[in-house]
């Protein structure tokens, strides 16, 4: 349907008119009605993507709880330490055999979530419509660009939340399950740190603000689509840099013939010597001497060192960085209605 016809059903008669104003004298509702028709059919594959994947990953779940009970091999890993793992080692492999990639599929759809949603939803927000010109109709039916704009971002933002959190939660359920030691997937890897907790919803906000900025700056759907992808990504490999340094890491020592043994859910960043002074050593200033433990002495060596985040540093570097795109996200945003107010007024 076109958007003159979208524009002429919301005004049918005086009352529905009246009855859709908010005290300022603007369409408020009718305003969101007509988001919702140019944009029902992204609007739709949501919803559809939120009950399919919540359907695989609830059903995922019982699988996998069904396979570690039968098998007693919940929190065992390949190598384990724990008695009650002893002789377990095939079972795990057979378990990461079963289910090991149908979990990074879940992964995986969390992880691409946000791109889909900058590049199929926020990108042709508003350059569709910029592009083909009917932006112009819009701006004449009483409507002010900053409202336009709000209630343009406002509908999509609320459906990418519903959906990201949704889709966040069951994912978190199942993980409590089958993620960690016996999956090999561990909390700090690339594609479960960004499918769980608040990390995909904050995401989210920032594709679509990206792919609507985009938009509006470019005025070409395609392009801006192009941008949002290449922004996205160069977006994604930075926090992936920055991630390790959000919050301090936990140092181990380790004296003597103590065993250098971290727990399988610790994230292991560093490891080196510590002479008598405090000072940290490389462990490879050493590593090629042929005495070994000579130089070692000579550098008055008196232990050794790893940096880590353990597992109970997750929450707080996601919601950490859940922050810091959540601010890129509303600097995004800003931008946008900045240049919107600029253009038209």
């Given at each position: 349907?076109?958007?003159?016809?979208?524009?002429?059903?919301?005004?049918?008669?005086?009352?529905a008119q009246d009855a859709d104003r908010a005290p300022g004298g603007a369409p408020v509702r009718g305003l969101l009605w007509?988001?919702?028709?140019?944009?029902?059919?992204?609007?739709?594959v949501l919803l559809a993507?939120?009950?399919?994947?919540?359907?695989?990953?609830?059903v995922l779940r019982g699988r996998m709880s069904g396979f570690l009970d039968s098998h007693h091999i919940a929190g065992c890993s390949l190598i384990s330490l724990d008695p009650h793992c002893a002789g377990t080692q095939n079972a795990v492999d057979a378990f990461r055999a079963s289910y090991g990639?149908?979990?990074?599929?879940?992964?995986?759809?969390?992880?691409?979530?946000p791109f889909l949603v900058g590049i199929f939803i926020g990108a042709p927000l508003l350059?569709?419509?910029l592009e083909s010109g009917t932006h112009k109709l819009v701006l004449t039916q009483s409507v002010g660009p900053l409202?336009?704009?709000a209630a343009k971002i406002a509908l999509p933002a609320a459906a990418a939340v519903v959906t990201s959190a949704a889709l966040a939660a069951v994912f978190m359920w199942l993980w409590q399950v089958g993620g960690e030691e016996v999956s090999g997937s561990y909390w700090y890897s690339t594609t479960a740190y960004g499918s769980l907790g608040p990390v995909p919803v904050a995401q989210c906000l920032l594709g679509l603000a990206v792919g609507t900025l985009a938009g509006l700056l470019l005025r070409r759907t395609v392009v801006s689509m192009a941008v949002t992808l290449g922004v996205m990504g160069a977006v994604s490999l930075a926090l992936q840099q920055l991630r390790p340094y959000l919050m301090a890491p936990t140092t181990v020592v380790f004296r003597g013939n103590e065993s250098q043994q971290l727990k399988d859910t610790s994230w292991f960043l560093e490891q080196g010597h510590l002479t008598g002074t405090g000072s940290r050593m490389p462990t490879g200033l050493c590593a090629?001497?042929?005495?070994?433990?000579s130089c070692l002495r000579s550098h008055n060596v008196v232990a050794s060192y790893v940096d880590q985040h353990p597992v109970s540093h997750h929450w707080q570097l996601a919601w950490t960085e859940s922050g810091i795109v959540l601010v890129l996200a509303v600097v995004a945003t800003v931008i946008a209605f900045r240049v919107m107010k600029r253009r038209h007024g």
């Amino acid at each position: 349907m076109s958007t003159t016809a979208d524009l002429g059903a919301t005004g049918r008669g005086q009352h529905a008119q009246d009855a859709d104003r908010a005290p300022g004298g603007a369409p408020v509702r009718g305003l969101l009605w007509l988001v919702w028709r140019q944009h029902r059919v992204a609007f739709v594959v949501l919803l559809a993507l939120m009950v399919a994947g919540g359907v695989y990953m609830a059903v995922l779940r019982g699988r996998m709880s069904g396979f570690l009970d039968s098998h007693h091999i919940a929190g065992c890993s390949l190598i384990s330490l724990d008695p009650h793992c002893a002789g377990t080692q095939n079972a795990v492999d057979a378990f990461r055999a079963s289910y090991g990639s149908q979990l990074r599929l879940a992964e995986m759809l969390l992880m691409a979530l946000p791109f889909l949603v900058g590049i199929f939803i926020g990108a042709p927000l508003l350059a569709r419509e910029l592009e083909s010109g009917t932006h112009k109709l819009v701006l004449t039916q009483s409507v002010g660009p900053l409202r336009w704009l709000a209630a343009k971002i406002a509908l999509p933002a609320a459906a990418a939340v519903v959906t990201s959190a949704a889709l966040a939660a069951v994912f978190m359920w199942l993980w409590q399950v089958g993620g960690e030691e016996v999956s090999g997937s561990y909390w700090y890897s690339t594609t479960a740190y960004g499918s769980l907790g608040p990390v995909p919803v904050a995401q989210c906000l920032l594709g679509l603000a990206v792919g609507t900025l985009a938009g509006l700056l470019l005025r070409r759907t395609v392009v801006s689509m192009a941008v949002t992808l290449g922004v996205m990504g160069a977006v994604s490999l930075a926090l992936q840099q920055l991630r390790p340094y959000l919050m301090a890491p936990t140092t181990v020592v380790f004296r003597g013939n103590e065993s250098q043994q971290l727990k399988d859910t610790s994230w292991f960043l560093e490891q080196g010597h510590l002479t008598g002074t405090g000072s940290r050593m490389p462990t490879g200033l050493c590593a090629a001497d042929p005495s070994y433990e000579s130089c070692l002495r000579s550098h008055n060596v008196v232990a050794s060192y790893v940096d880590q985040h353990p597992v109970s540093h997750h929450w707080q570097l996601a919601w950490t960085e859940s922050g810091i795109v959540l601010v890129l996200a509303v600097v995004a945003t800003v931008i946008a209605f900045r240049v919107m107010k600029r253009r038209h007024g």
